[in-house]
């Protein structure tokens, strides 16, 4: 299994373009969530989802959008990009929703907006 | 806002001691997990508490859960070069449909 995958690993953007983040895992997980880590900080949750056609905000999820239309992938869309969503984002996976589950983590993408 | 808050926010010590991180959350947990972060790559899961549970090991880590004073440490011991990184608390809830809140890390810098 390749686990949780992100593409692209570094993006430069400039204020106001748009792009998408993707994300996909092969292990049927049914969670699926993003977060954003700021240097020297944790990770804050923006989107996360529970199944396909599932989705909910996170803490930090204004501008930001996702969708789930397929178990495998959860793309997160970047609407107008702006400087202060330069950040490092990591998606993660679970197989359930249930808060024993362990999550997996996707090697992150890093975004750089100017 | 952070649910946990990692103390001290930066440890550097010398190969084979032992190295002692400690978690701090504001409300009531379902579990607490620790993450490991190399530099520029995703969180690794490494251990998992549950709330009615006080001490779990795994190999050279030891976590303690004190729901009392709401914490956790997490002990690493005979730490090794390998374990330079960041560690992360996480923490769980039974009515937040399995999000993870994470608190800012400890960096940790073993020297050879």
């Known amino acids: 299994n390749a686990g949780v995958t992100q593409t692209p690993k570094f993006q430069v953007l400039k204020t106001g373009q748009s792009m998408t983040l993707q994300c996909a895992q092969d292990m049927n997980h049914e969670y699926m969530s993003w977060y954003r880590q700021d240097p020297g900080m944790g990770l804050r949750l923006i989107h996360y989802s529970v199944g396909a056609g599932i989705t909910d905000q996170g803490e930090v999820p204004n501008g930001y959008n996702v969708s789930r239309s397929t178990t495998e992938d959860f793309p997160l869309r970047l609407l107008s990009a702006a400087p202060s969503q330069t950040s490092v984002y990591f998606c993660?996976?679970?197989?359930?929703?249930?808060?024993?589950?362990?999550?997996?983590f996707g090697p992150g993408t890093r975004l750089l907006v100017l | 806002s952070q649910q946990g808050e990692e103390d001290p926010q930066a440890l550097s010590i010398q190969e084979g001691e032992n190295a002692t991180m400690n978690c701090s959350y504001k409300t009531s947990i379902n579990n607490l997990q620790w993450y490991r972060q190399n530099s520029g790559r995703g969180l690794v899961h490494l251990i998992l508490?549950?709330?009615?549970?006080r001490e779990k090991h795994s190999g050279r880590l030891r976590v303690t859960l004190d729901t009392s004073k709401k914490s956790s440490s997490l002990l690493i011991t005979a730490s090794r070069a390998a374990d330079t990184a960041s560690y992360f608390c996480?923490?769980?809830?039974?009515?937040?449909?399995?999000?993870?809140?994470f608190g800012d890390g400890t960096t940790l810098t073993v020297k050879p």
């Open positions: 993660a996976s679970s197989s359930g929703t249930g808060p024993q589950e362990t999550q997996y």
């Open positions: 996480a923490t769980r809830t039974n009515t937040n449909a399995g999000k993870s809140t």
């Open positions: 508490i549950r709330s009615n549970e």
